[in-house]
């Protein structure tokens, strides 16, 4: 199988992943969109690791992973933070950083 | 121990004395810190006689010494050292400067015993003392500036010591302004020193100035003239005297010692130090005698009509100040600090009797309101004689003496001097006359209200307490002299300093009798050896001859005074009527105040406001303004982005990101 496939369907995750950002409301739903997001990325990665015939990007897909597990715990905190203050749990609703 | 090491000390004394007295203003007790104040002094005036004895012990020709504490700046040529010049005149000056301010002290310490700043003045006075010493030890220019600039600040915070009287902080600003503006003249003309002969020191600047230039050159009468500018605004001379009458809004011990006695004599120390440059420029030289003649004269002519007692006798150390420049400025250098060292004597002790009877008038200081005090008063009285004889240079006083020596100079140079010495004459005849007039209408006659009080009760008299300048009403707090005053009759340390003083003018002169007494100029003279003016002598008989007419004028101008202001009391009246342009002329200062205030104070004012309301209203605002609302209108539009959307930056984010990569497909493609 030729690298194409593999960065078609990572590049699809991806579009999936940011257009989830951009449209949904729903915080839990955007983390979900980021990690496919992260994910297309590690699968490009590894597969262009793979046709090189190193590790290196192996090795930077295992970081993402962490990142994205960091992220996570981070993100879920937040969404556990805004529940307990009863406020929306909608981005929209969300916007005191408006300058 | 060297002379140099002594005068040293004479620095120290009256630094440590202003810092104690002002540090320990809470611990100690008023009388104390009065008695550490003159104490300081006094020990100051016992070093100078030490620096005296030291230099007597040397060969006339090498009394003269540099000494250096700590080199201040070096680099690139510029060689800046803490070090003062100890050589006759400076001996001299430090010895004038500390006697005097000593007495001063003693009078003070009397004189402001019930002011509520007691502390403060005493303070104030000795830091004026160590700057007007470090003035006149100064080894460079750069010290002489510092010195300078002190003794302006000194006078100053003396002027406003009753600093809430409205006209002492006027009066005290017009002094600092005017004598700031000298001392511009002075940082100038040490620039152009050192531009010119890559130096500061005295030593170097005085040896090397007659190899670089020539006579007239104008680079040295720039010096010069920028010098005098200076000159004249610390020592009151035409057209920068007219803060020294306003002045006297300070406390009398401070008209005394600053201004009669010691600063507005800086002046003439200037020249008379720098009187090889002076030499090198004959025709700043001339110019300043001509000022120090026209100031003689003009302050003599106010001085006449002036009705306040302080007033006149500042406008005649105006006029006497103008011989003393009139001296340095011909070449007669020794003449004219022999008549610096009487004057302080003689007006020093004017001032202190004058005191002593403004005390006695409960603050007024209006002559029309005083008389008789002859009868209240016998010492400070007698005083004020003293002081006036000497002034009026009556034969035999020290003023006599020192007066003739400067015009019997003038006279033995010749030319255009001999006319010098003619105006001198006029001006003396001047100074015996207003002299007098104050004389003849304080002491004698039948003793006005507050006379006849002081003799009844043997108390002084209490008026209300107002500014006599503006009848403005007064409290006893600091800052108000306060209800209580003191005289010479009741305070002995008062009386003790005008005693001495009193010796000092009338037998000052004794020191330098021609022909017969050879003291002071046989000491001061080989400090001016390099100059050739110094080399004209005017011979014994000449010297007797002029004082014989010294004498002749002094007598008739007493007898002037005695048959307008006692004999025909109605003349002076008369005279009023029929001179009445002139008599208005005097009346009004000849209106130099008004001329200033048009020339230099409106131009400056409109300039001033011109600045405020075009430059700094539409440009400077304009400019700032204009800035401002640039960053706030970009602000908005940036803004406009922050939407708090979190969307709507992640939209921004991927659109950057697809910008980035199309950008990076366009160009590989």
Known sequence: MSIEWYVVLSSLLFATGAVGILIRRSPIVILLCLELMLNAGNLALIAFSRMAGNEEGQIFALVVMVVAACEVVVGLGLIVAIFRRKLPLDVDALRELRG | ?669
């Not at chain 2, 130099?592 to 700094?616: K, Q, Y």
């Open chain 2, 1 to 669: 121990m060297s002379s140099t090491a002594w005068a040293w000390l004479v620095l120290l004394l009256p630094l440590l004395g202003s810092l104690v007295v002002a540090l320990g203003f809470r611990a100690l007790p008023a009388r104390v810190a009065g008695a550490i104040g003159t104490a300081s002094i006094g020990l100051a005036f016992a070093c100078a006689v030490a620096v005296l004895i030291g230099l007597l012990g040397e060969d006339p020709e090498s009394r003269h010494h540099a000494s250096s504490l700590y080199e201040y700046a070096s680099a690139g040529g510029l060689d800046i050292e803490l070090g003062i010049y100890v050589d006759q005149l400076s001996a001299f000056m430090i010895l004038v400067v500390t006697g005097v301010s000593a007495l001063i002290h003693l009078y003070s310490y009397g004189y402001m015993r019930s002011d509520e700043g007691y502390h403060r003045f005493f303070s104030y006075l000795n830091f004026f003392v160590f700057s007007m010493l470090l003035l006149v030890l100064a080894g460079n220019f750069v010290l002489l500036i510092v010195g300078w600039a002190f003794v302006g600040f000194a006078s100053y915070a003396l002027i406003s010591f009753w600093y809430r009287r409205t006209t002492a902080t006027a009066a005290g600003m017009k002094a600092f302004v005017i004598n700031v503006v000298g001392d511009i003249g002075l940082v100038l003309a040490a620039f152009l020193i050192f531009q010119q002969l890559g130096s500061f020191d005295y030593e170097t600047v005085f040896e090397t100035a007659p190899q670089v230039f020539e006579s007239n050159q104008w680079e040295v009468t720039a010096i010069c003239l920028l010098l005098l500018v200076g000159a004249f605004a610390k020592s009151a001379q035409i057209p920068f005297h007219t803060w020294l009458p306003d002045a006297m809004e300070g406390p009398t011990p401070v008209s005394s010692l600053i201004h009669a006695a010691t600063m507005v004599t800086a002046g003439v120390y200037l020249i008379a130090r720098s009187h090889e440059l002076f030499y090198l420029a004959p025709t700043a030289a001339d110019i300043a005698a001509f000022v120090g003649l026209a100031t003689l004269l003009v302050a003599g002519t106010i001085a006449i009509a002036m009705t306040d007692l302080k007033r006149a006798i500042a406008y005649s150390t105006m006029s006497q100040i103008g011989y003393m420049i009139m001296g340095v400025s011909i070449g007669a250098y020794a003449a004219g600090l022999f008549h610096l060292m009487t004057h302080a004597f003689f007006k020093a002790l004017l001032f202190m009797a004058a005191g002593s009877i403004i005390a006695a008038m409960a603050n007024r200081q209006d002559i029309d309101r005083m008389s008789g005090f002859w009868k209240a008063m016998r010492f400070t009285s007698l005083m004020l004689l003293v002081g006036g004889l000497a002034l009026a240079a009556f034969p035999l006083t020290s003023g006599f003496f020192s007066k003739d020596s400067i015009l019997a100079y003038a006279e033995a140079r010749g030319g255009m001097y001999l006319w010098m010495a003619v105006g001198g004459y006029v001006g003396a005849f001047l100074t015996a006359i207003y002299t007098f007039r104050l004389i003849f209408r304080v002491l004698p006659g039948r003793p006005c209200e507050e006379a006849q009080h002081l003799i009844e009760t043997g108390e002084l008299y209490h008026g209300p307490a107002i500014n006599p300048a503006n009848e403005e009403r007064e409290d006893a707090e600091v800052g108000f002299p306060g209800p209580a005053h003191h005289i010479a009759e009741q305070s002995r340390p008062m009386a003790v300093a005008m005693a001495v003083l009193g010796f000092g003018a009338l037998f000052g002169g004794l020191v330098q009798v021609p022909g017969v007494t050879n003291v002071l100029f046989g000491f001061l003279e080989p400090a001016f050896h390099d100059s050739p003016l110094a080399e004209v002598h005017p011979s014994v008989a000449h010297e007797w001859r002029g004082l014989a007419i010294g004498a002749a004028i002094s007598l008739l101008g007493i007898g002037a005074a005695w048959l307008l202001w006692v004999r025909r009391p109605e003349l002076p009246g008369l005279f009023r009527e029929r001179l009445r342009p002139a008599y208005l002329l005097a009346l009004h200062k000849w209106y130099f105040d008004e001329a200033i205030d048009l020339l230099v104070v409106r131009p400056a004012l409109a300039v001033g406001r011109f600045a405020n309301d075009v430059f700094e209203r539409v440009v400077v605002d304009g400019l700032v303004s204009g800035t401002a609302g640039g960053v706030r209108g970009a602000g908005g539009i940036v803004r406009l982005v922050q939407s708090g959307f979190v969307r709507g930056y992640a939209l921004l984010l991927v659109a950057g990101f697809a910008g980035l990569a199309l950008y990076f497909l366009v160009v590989s493609a």
